[in-house]
């Protein structure tokens, strides 16, 4: 093929692909309009409705979430007041794999907030964040999504402490296929006690997204 034929069609081809792109982008926003009044309009969370930020979280994450709401693998365990909740009336508003992945793919496309009121920091805390906890969602918070870790910055207090606990107690990581789950929930065990529990999610809370 002569050189100038692929001059034209690379051009032709990214356009398809940028509008592609584009209809899915604007397909995950409509989808998650079925969202907002327990997440917020921004998805910057609800502290009433207990339902956390899902602005900025990695699209894997968020995606492997909602399947394990919708499987049972998280939301199941009685006693899971906010669990139940999502997973009895947020998980049935999305029908198919497809929504489940574009949802997830607009939403971490958009601006993590920022904490209103962030937790305090301890030496106590940072030397127990940064020895357990930062190798895998990272000294920063940030998370690391190849190896599964969500983003610990930004998100409310309130929400961390509670994911913590539900870890612990198994409420959360019980399924056996659940491999992170489980792995989290291995970790739980790693902190002495309930004041270095609190010193470190209180320090997880103050870290900027
Ligand atoms: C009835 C209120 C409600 C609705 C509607 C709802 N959610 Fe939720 N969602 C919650 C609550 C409460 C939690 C926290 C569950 C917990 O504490 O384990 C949650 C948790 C989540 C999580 C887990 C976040 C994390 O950091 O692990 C994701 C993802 C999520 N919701 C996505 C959605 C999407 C997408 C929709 C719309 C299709 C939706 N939710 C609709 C209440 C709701
Ligand atoms: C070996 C890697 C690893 C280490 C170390 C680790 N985590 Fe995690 N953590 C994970 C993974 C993977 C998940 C996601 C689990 C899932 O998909 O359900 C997670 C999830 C979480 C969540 C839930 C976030 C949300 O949005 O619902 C919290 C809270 C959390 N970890 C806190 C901590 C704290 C605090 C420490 C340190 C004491 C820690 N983690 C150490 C791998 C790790």
């Known amino acids: 093929m002569p050189r100038s034929k692929h ?18 982008a604007a397909d995950g926003r409509s989808v998650y ?25 990695h699209a ?10 919708a499987s049972g693998a998280r939301g199941a365990k009685p006693g899971d007041k906010y669990g139940t909740s999502m997973r009895s009336a947020g998980a049935p508003l999305l029908s198919s794999d497809t929504e489940r992945a574009a949802v ?35 000294s920063g918070g940030e998370g690391n999504p190849a190896l599964g870790a969500p983003r610990l910055a930004g998100l409310p207090e309130a929400y961390l402490a509670r994911q913590f606990a539900a870890f612990q107690s198994g409420q959360r990581g019980y399924q056996p ?3 992170y789950g489980i792995q989290m929930r291995t970790i739980t065990t790693m902190l002495p006690d309930a004041e270095t529990v609190r010193d470190v999610i209180a320090y997880a809370a103050s870290l900027r997204p």
Do not use: I, M, W
């Open 60 to 69: 894997a994450y968020l995606q492997r979430q909602l399947q394990s709401f």
């Open 7 to 24: 001059a034209l069609l690379v051009p032709a081809l990214a356009a398809v692909l940028f509008a592609a792109g584009a209809a899915v």
């Open 177 to 179: 296929d659940d491999r």
């Open 33 to 57: 309009l079925r969202c907002v009044a327990c997440h917020g309009v921004a998805a910057e969370g609800v502290a009433s409705t207990g339902a956390p930020p899902l602005a900025g979280l």
């Open 104 to 138: 997830a793919s607009y939403l971490s496309t958009l601006k993590p907030g920022v904490q209103r009121t962030p937790g305090r920091t301890t030496a106590n805390g940072r030397n127990y964040f940064n020895a357990v906890c930062g190798a895998c969602h990272g």
